[in-house]
Structures are given as structure tokens and as C-alpha cells.
């Protein structure tokens, strides 16, 4: 079984194109993550979602919206897609209760804005 | 800004041999991190050493933590082609909310 599952894997998509990423996971953590890997992979945080309460909002564009419907589920949605866009976006999770921020990560949404 | 600052960025080593990674960072820590990244994939949770821990050892993964020097390493021993793959430390600093902030990763190679 999965832990933490993302979809889709793979995405191409024209600029100015809206899309979602899907996530979930089945680990029963408490909070979840969006990171973004450019293409030098550097990983940076982009959300953080804590008992689908939104608890870290880093300086993204206005252009991505997370929604976390339940507590298993954060999914990313994207408006107006730029060139830039393009990276891989991966979705994580952690059960911060117990004290620890040891993160699960997803296999990654790989983004290609053409 | 960027809290972990992997060193060196890329490593190339004989199967057998040890490999030796480093990670620098700005601020305080709750814990340090190591975390593995194979082409392609996830990260991968290795190891969590906490700030008031020195030392760790799993398998053949030796973590160690200087918090007055902010600084942490990572020992591969006896490294097999398997583990050719990118390592990155993740922070997780005080009173950030429990964000992990990751550095930019040492691409290792292991050659058989």
C-alpha cells in the first residue's frame, strides 16, 4: 500500500492552462505538505497544512491555491500556468502530534509547462 | 533564506569505501534531518537526530550533530552502488511551525 500517493505523475500542459495535483495519504499523519524541486533540485516549501487548517503559506504566487477537504487529502491547484512553473511538486506528510516532523514524501508530480 | 547547506554537492567513490557528507545551517534547530532522493523518486526519511543529541548510528548510517558549530554529518559505510542517490538535511528550525528547510543535496556515486 501506498503512503502517501500523488496524481497525476506525469503532467504537460500549455501556458495559461489551469491544473490540479491530487494527493493523499493513508498514514493517519496530522499535517501535510506541498514542496517544489526545481530543476537544480532544490526543494522548498511552498504549504503546510496542519488538521486541514492552513499553518504555512510560504511566498508563492496567488496563482496556486492548496485545499485539504479532510485531513488524508491536500491537493494543489494551479491557475495561469507560467513557463516557471515547470518542476517536480511533491506532496508530504508527518504526524506532528507525537513531536517529530519525520516526513513521508510522495513519488512527485513531474510539471512541464510548454 | 536557505537553513541547510549540503557539502560537498557531489561525491564520487569506489564500492567499499565510505562516504562522508556535511550539512551547515543558520539557525536553531528542534532536530536535523538526513533524507535520500534515488533519480526519479520520493525522498526517503534515513535518520532525525534532535538537538540535544550528538551522535546517532543506523545500519551503516553514523549521523553526527555540532550544534555550536551548527553543523551535522553523514557517514555511508561500507557504501554499495545502491546507494548512489542525492542526500539532502532538512532542518526543522524553532518556532517555524514545523517546517522542514531543506539544503541543495550532494549528488553520491557509488561505482562498483
Known amino acids: 500500500d501506498t503512503a502517501v500517493s500523488q496524481t497525476p505523475k506525469y503532467l504537460v500542459t500549455q501556458m495559461g492552462n489551469d491544473k490540479s495535483i491530487k494527493c493523499e495519504q493513508n498514514l493517519g499523519h496530522d499535517t501535510m505538505y506541498w514542496y517544489k524541486q526545481d530543476s537544480k533540485k532544490f526543494l522548498k516549501i511552498m504549504f503546510s497544512y496542519n488538521n486541514k487548517e492552513l499553518i504555512i503559506n510560504e511566498t508563492v504566487p496567488n496563482r496556486f491555491s492548496p485545499k485539504s477537504p479532510d485531513k488524508a487529502h491536500l491537493n494543489l491547484h494551479i491557475n495561469s500556468l507560467e513557463l516557471g512553473d515547470s518542476a517536480v511538486y511533491f506532496c508530504?506528510?508527518?504526524?506532528?502530534?507525537?513531536?517529530?516532523?519525520?516526513?513521508?514524501f510522495g513519488q512527485g508530480t513531474r510539471l512541464t509547462v510548454v | 533564506s536557505q537553513q541547510g547547506e549540503e557539502d560537498p554537492q557531489a561525491l564520487s567513490i569506489q564500492e567499499g569505501e565510505n562516504a562522508t557528507m556535511n550539512c551547515s545551517y543558520k539557525?536553531?534547530?528542534?532536530?536535523l534531518q538526513w533524507y535520500r532522493q534515488n533519480s526519479g523518486r520520493g525522498l526517503v526519511h534515513l535518520i532525525l537526530i534532535r538537538s540535544n543529541e550528538r551522535e546517532k548510528h543506523s545500519g551503516r548510517l553514523r549521523v553526527t550533530l555540532d550544534t555550536s558549530k551548527k553543523s551535522s554529518s553523514l557517514l555511508i559505510t561500507a557504501s554499495r552502488a545502491a546507494d548512489t542517490a542525492s542526500y539532502f538535511c532538512?532542518?526543522?528550525?524553532?518556532?517555524?511551525?514545523?517546517?522542514?528547510?531543506f539544503g541543495k543535496g550532494t549528488l553520491l556515486t557509488v561505482n562498483p
Open positions: 539557525t536553531s534547530i528542534n532536530n
Open positions: 532538512a532542518t526543522d528550525a524553532r518556532g517555524s511551525n514545523y517546517k522542514l528547510t
Open positions: 508530504a506528510s508527518s504526524q506532528v502530534a507525537t513531536g517529530t516532523t519525520e516526513a513521508f
